[in-house]
């Protein structure tokens, strides 16, 4: 099938027929329903029984077909049937794994079938298959080299929960945030053609990571550049990732989810199809006494190829220039094998997207029941899906932070909130129970998700932007020239600040206090626990001629007493406060970092050492006159973060060289995140690495007093 006999073209059609040709089933909003219905109740082989009976294995089941498969190149020779029989050992081999590490469950589930598909039709390292955010690369990873690591998923020194160009020759990129392939599958394209190479480029692509800007400005080059890619979209109805939802699915977010669902409405014309068929087949130069099997070939993917006019004659991807194939059974190995292989093997002109329907959590009957389809999960018994959650006496910073939000809004209409597709992971989810009207769920989308607050902030509103620190790094033109520049009161909630663990550098916010405190407009504050927390909301909250933000850690609060009716105080701005009264010794902690110095404080108190520590609460703002008394009081001063050079160490340095407070015998040590990337694991090993454990700044504090044999004595 020639799919370049389809070429989109600016100009005006040179046919009656050319202006409408294009891929995609006759399928009208209902039928397409209707396959999604069907996706998610066909299931094969071993999950299959299981899952209509509601239980599962409670023992690892045999896998003979994949204990042969350690490379991709060991599937070539296997027949449909066989692979069939591959993706469902597959499959479970993920559930048994991911029951013993946690991590994302539901999202690789729902990529089975064409993960085994894509490995058996394309001949990777050569060919590059991306995977965007990477966290459905599970299946892959143990395709490619990996199964006897998949034990280590996420911990210290183990496989990372993304793609990982340094892992693997088959990861050819590294992900962890969204909507990033299609660019960088479009300039290994443009690369390879260059260098007059002829290996293919595949990358897929969630419903969920289309809602952001790039995969669009992606898809409008690659139309313009026209050189061979295949695009694929992964469509399974998640939109927005619905983690944690409280009261089951939210619907998909956006226009994007509606125009995927009437994407083939309206295209009913047989006759045309049987013309586009012939015509194909001769542009090959294909005649009537072609053998049966290319007949079955080109009719397989016809049947996906269906339908030649839309109501506007063209669908949004072909207008971007894209062919556009589908949608079609993700789970469905036959089809998935016969339209790749033909995209393969036809010479194209142009990029190409095929669109897949999907279900996230296929195959295990407790995540396909879940709301959130085990989109990430802890550690879980397979045969009831029971996760192992640790019992904790106190909450997570992120419910801590939305309650707080809930009590400022109760008591203030203009507060609203917006997230980007994470309503779970940001705790808005909490926000959107309570206030439905008030909650703003923007898709995978931050740079509009500022500015949209921006515009809110414009009107007389009170925004609250709650996005995790790594993810707000994506949106920082935005934060500078349509926020900061303008003096607009948009409060930024940075979730997820510091070290994360297992979500390793691509999820860690090491750098938003050095972005943020650099702006001149914005002011920078960090809570040192949870009842401080409730008190920065309320600043927030209470700042309106200036833009504002916060950071916090992931991770549960550590017990202290909250305010009452979960209303905090607002602090006064750039006011820092004293906790403990030492001598000699100064720390000077920033956010949680600050529990981390009085445990410091606690180690060295044997050794007979009173060390001062300080929460300086502020960035920006500093507290100039709590940073005098200390500097004048002190004979060594330590400022301590879980942040990156250039942060609150560096602001408080240049303040103490312009007041002159180095010039004497004062000492200053900062104790920041080193400078390089942190890999995935245990939180404690993560601290550890980075220098910034109680024995660590102990040990610091020895060093200076020139204890050295004490500091080594702490280390150990």
Not at 662 to 679: E, F, S, T
């Amino acid at each position: 099938m020639a799919l370049s006999t389809f070429s989109i073209s600016t100009q005006k059609p040179t046919s009656k027929f050319s202006s409408h040709f294009s891929f995609g089933p006759a399928l009208s909003c209902p039928q397409q329903q209707k396959l999604f219905n069907q996706v998610k109740k066909r299931t094969t082989g071993i999950c299959a029984s299981l899952s209509e009976s509601g239980e599962y294995h409670s023992q690892r089941p045999p896998t003979p077909l994949l204990d042969t498969i350690n490379y991709p190149i060991h599937m070539k020779n296997l027949s449909v049937k066989e692979l069939k029989q591959l993706a469902d050992e597959l499959r479970s081999d993920v559930i048994f794994n991911v029951s013993k590490t946690g991590g994302h469950l539901g999202s690789s589930l729902g990529v089975v079938e064409l993960t085994v598909a894509l490995h058996y039709v394309f001949s990777a390292p050569q060919d590059k298959i991306l995977w965007d955010v990477g966290h459905q690369s599970y299946p892959h990873k143990i395709l490619t080299g990996r199964r006897e690591k998949m034990h280590t998923m996420r911990q210290t020194n183990g496989l990372a929960g993304f793609t990982k160009r340094s892992e693997s020759e088959y990861d050819c990129f590294g992900t962890g945030h969204s909507s990033t392939t299609i660019s960088a599958g479009l300039g290994m394209a443009v690369g390879r053609d260059l260098k007059g190479k002829n290996n293919h480029v595949v990358a897929v692509i969630g419903d969920g990571a289309m809602t952001a800007g790039q995969a669009y400005e992606a898809m409008n080059n690659a139309g313009y550049l026209d050189s061979d890619m295949i695009i694929i979209l992964n469509d399974n109805k998640q939109v927005s990732l619905p983690t944690a939802n409280l009261d089951g699915p939210i619907p998909p977010v956006g226009a994007l989810s509606s125009a995927l669902s009437k994407l083939q409405s309206n295209r009913p014309l047989r006759e045309l199809r049987e013309v586009a068929k012939v015509s194909i087949l001769e542009a090959q130069g294909v005649t009537k006494q072609i053998g049966g099997s290319v007949h079955e070939l080109a009719a397989k993917v016809d049947e996906y190829a269906r339908g030649m006019i839309s109501g506007s004659g063209s669908t949004l991807f072909e207008e971007l220039g894209l062919y556009y194939i589908g949608p079609v059974d993700a789970h469905n190995v036959d089809d998935l094998i016969a339209i790749l292989q033909e995209v393969k093997t036809t010479q194209t002109t142009g990029p190409v997207l095929i669109h897949l329907i999907t279900e996230k959590g296929r195959g295990y009957p407790y995540a396909e029941k879940a709301a959130d389809k085990y989109h990430g999960v802890a550690k879980f018994d397979p045969a009831t899906g029971k996760q192992f959650k640790a019992a904790a006496s106190t909450q997570s910073y992120t419910t801590y932070f939305a309650e707080a939000l809930i009590a400022e809004a109760e008591a203030d209409k203009d507060i609203v909130a917006i997230h980007a597709a994470m309503g779970g992971g940001t705790g808005m989810n909490l926000f959107l129970r309570r206030f439905p009207t008030r909650c703003f769920d923007v898709g995978i989308a931050e740079q509009h998700a500022v500015t949209f607050a921006a515009g809110l902030a414009c009107e007389g509103l009170k925004p609250f932007c709650a996005i995790y620190s790594s993810f707000l790094q994506r949106a920082y033109d935005q934060v500078v020239h349509d926020v900061d520049l303008q003096k607009l009161p948009v409060r930024f909630a940075m979730d997820r600040a510091g070290l994360v663990g297992a979500d390793g550098p691509t999820h860690c916010g090491a750098f938003d206090v050095t972005f943020m405190a650099c702006l001149p407009n914005m002011v920078v504050m960090a809570p040192s626990d949870e009842a401080e927390l409730f008190h920065m909301v309320a600043t927030a909250a209470a700042i309106d001629d200036r833009p504002s933000c916060f950071r916090y850690p992931r991770g549960n609060g550590i017990g202290v007493e909250l305010p009452a009716g979960n209303k905090g105080t607002p602090l006064e701005i750039g006011k820092g406060r004293i906790l403990i009264e030492g001598e000699r010794v100064a720390l000077l902690g920033y956010g949680s970092a600050v529990q981390t110095c009085l445990a410091a404080a606690t180690l060295v108190e044997p050794l007979g050492l009173s060390l001062t520590v300080a929460d300086a609460r502020f960035c920006k703002p500093l507290d100039h006159a709590l940073i005098r008394k200390l500097a004048k009081s002190h004979e060594f001063l330590i400022t301590v973060e879980e942040g990156s050079i250039g942060g609150f160490g560096s602001h408080v340095v240049q303040f103490l060289a312009l007041d002159g407070l180095l010039d004497g015998n004062l000492k200053w040590r900062p104790l920041v995140l080193p400078d390089r990337y942190i890999d995935h694991g245990a939180p404690a090993d993560q601290l550890a690495d980075a220098g910034l454990t109680p024995s660590h700044i102990a040990a610091t504090v020895l060093n200076m007093l020139g204890q050295t044999r004490e500091a080594l004595q702490v280390m150990s």
